[in-house]
């Protein structure tokens, strides 16, 4: 299923958008306090990857290490029926709906009991087949798994979170935003920034926004940030000769599109306009590994993979890729930047089955009037980690913004969205290193 679809009309990103400069109004930027970091966290690198549920990499790790909260190994809903073995093969040919009608449909209610049912009237709103057997998959737990690799940190040198939430029912870029911005932006997939590659392969209606963001707040207090995106210059560089850069030849889809190529609309930053395709900013992902070893490597940086190497199932893509590639990244990072906190997340669910009832009527919840979507994995590894614990405290993506915004800013919630009432990720590290869990 392309993410490139159900685009919002004129009209529609017309009322969107004055939604937004209302929010922005209700929520200006706190005053500059300090930038010295109240941990001895010195740089976080947040990995983003893509469209797995908890139960999807770690139900049967749980299971098996008796690590997991009682709700993680709770029957099934669809027991004694077994699930589908998550596989690299399973995942090249199949890519869930995880639209939000259909996901909404699945989670009926927080009874997670539809994933396996055709919903027919969402399959026809969404264009796309919603329900399937095969929505209920699992990785196996040990060394033949796919994601063998994760189990294994989460058993020793990570930090597991097993109540780690997607903000929003829905599509990755509507879930991405609330790593920058903290609250509700649009539905779906259905913005496109005004960015490099947005007119690739073919021109697309553009926007951007104004919310109060983590970039704009970041640069306001000093601290440097990144978002490292492999592709980016192969992307800049043919778009300025008024071309759009072929498929690399290790991409199994050979498209000149998602997973292919860069996507703008992977990148947070690339929606707001003082922040698109600056230099400073928006950096290839080959720069990465020099800037940690040379000392150059910003205090918040974000990563994010091509399509292919971030796990998104379909389009002949396997989940093996994008453990190689978060795993190359982890090494490049922790080999050089002894200070690093390192965050392995995914966007969204991916329309993938979980047991855990997202929670409601939350102060989250409250903050946009949106509900939270499925569990989603969350590591961490490196500096100040409780490795081979689980964390049960609830977190989202806008916990990983209250965490910057506490090491780095001074105070929390100067996004004024989510990030004024989620829990901290103090939960995932020692007591030595003073982050609140809350």
């Not at 099934?76 to 449909?105: G, R």
């Amino acid at each position: 299923m392309s993410r490139r679809t159900l685009r919002t009309t004129a009209a529609a990103l017309a009322a969107l958008l004055a939604a937004s400069a209302a929010s922005a109004a209700a929520a200006t930027p706190a005053a500059a306090t300090t930038t010295v970091p109240r941990s001895p966290v010195r740089h976080v690198v947040v990995i983003v990857q893509e469209n797995h549920s908890f139960d999807t990499y770690f139900a049967s790790y749980c299971a098996a290490s008796g690590t997991c909260s009682a709700a993680s190994t709770a029957p099934s809903p669809y027991a004694p029926l077994q699930p589908t073995p998550l596989t690299d093969l399973s995942t090249a040919s199949y890519d869930p709906n995880h639209f939000q009608a259909c996901e909404q449909a699945e989670i009926d209610g927080g009874r997670m009991d539809g994933y396996l049912t055709p919903h027919v009237a969402q399959s026809l709103s969404t264009g796309y087949p919603c329900g399937s057997p095969a929505n209920f998959a699992q990785a196996a737990a040990g060394p033949g798994s796919p994601v063998a690799t994760y189990q294994q940190w989460a058993g020793t040198t990570a930090a597991l979170a097993d109540s780690y939430f997607q903000p929003l029912v829905g599509a990755s870029s509507s879930n991405d935003m609330y790593l920058w911005t903290t609250r509700y932006v649009f539905t779906d997939n259905t913005a496109e920034p005004n960015a490099v590659g947005s007119q690739c392969p073919t021109a697309r209606t553009t926007t951007s926004f104004t919310q109060p963001n983590l970039g704009s707040l970041l640069s306001s207090h000093g601290v440097s940030w990144a978002w490292y995106a492999q592709g980016y210059d192969v992307m800049r560089s043919a778009t300025a000769a008024g071309t759009c850069p072929a498929p690399p030849t290790d991409c199994p889809a050979q498209v000149p599109t998602y997973p292919c190529v860069f996507d703008p609309s992977d990148v947070p930053a690339e929606y707001f306009a003082d922040q698109a395709d600056q230099p400073a900013h928006l950096r290839d992902y080959s720069r990465l590994a020099d800037d940690a070893a040379s000392g150059t490597l910003p205090a918040v940086s974000f990563v994010k993979g091509l399509g292919y190497h971030t796990e998104h199932p379909g389009y002949g893509t396997t989940v093996s890729d994008g453990v190689a590639f978060v795993r190359q990244t982890v090494d490049d990072v922790l080999a050089h930047v002894s200070d690093a906190l390192v965050l392995v997340t995914w966007d969204e669910s991916g329309g993938y089955a979980d047991r855990v009832s997202p929670p409601t009527g939350t102060a989250a919840n409250a903050v946009d009037g949106q509900p939270y979507g499925p569990r989603v994995p969350l590591l961490a590894l490196g500096a100040g980690v409780a490795g081979g614990t689980v964390s049960h405290v609830q977190l989202e993506h806008s916990s990983i913004a209250r965490f910057i915004e506490w090491n780095w800013l001074g105070s929390t919630g100067q996004l004024g969205g989510r990030d004024a009432v989620v829990n901290n990720l103090g939960s995932l590290l020692t007591p030595s290193m003073h982050v609140p869990s809350s």
